[in-house]
Nanobody, 118 residues
Framework: QVQLVESGGGLVQAGGSLRLSCAAS????????MGWYRQAPGKQRELVAS???????VDAASVKGRFTISRDNAANTVYLQMNSLKPEDTAVYYC????????????WGQGTQVTVSS
């Protein structure tokens, strides 16, 4: 059974930091592209950042220079370090795993709420 469990969300003031974690089980973690997405109320889910099996990173323009994605294959975990948080970063953050050889094999976590107060 595949599980992606996010943690680390919460309430923080603007300018603060949070570190999200996504622990995976039931998959060969190193063979999956890992991504963080977010969905704000009334908006579509959007990509925040992704990291490939060899460590190549894609960042959304809105978070470039503030957020950093990383992965620890030994711990089956992907992280999102979020600095200089803004109220517009408020959203539910989701972790996604996509098998590198077949993008249709993908899994989502349940999400973690991040709220940034002004």
């Amino acid at each position: 059974q595949v599980q992606l469990v996010e943690s680390g969300g919460g309430l923080v003031q603007a300018g603060g930091s949070l570190r999200l974690s996504c622990a995976a089980s039931g998959i060969l973690f190193s063979a999956y592209v890992m991504g963080w997405y977010r969905q704000a109320p009334g908006k579509q889910r959007e990509l925040v950042a992704s990291i490939t099996t060899v460590g190549n990173i894609v960042d959304a323009a809105s978070v470039k220079g503030r957020f950093t994605i990383s992965r620890d294959n030994a711990a089956n975990t992907v992280y999102l370090q979020m600095n200089s948080l803004k109220p517009e970063d408020t959203a539910v953050y989701y972790c996604k795993a996509v098998y590198y050889m077949n993008s249709q094999r993908s899994y989502w976590g349940q999400g973690t709420q991040v709220t940034v107060s002004s």
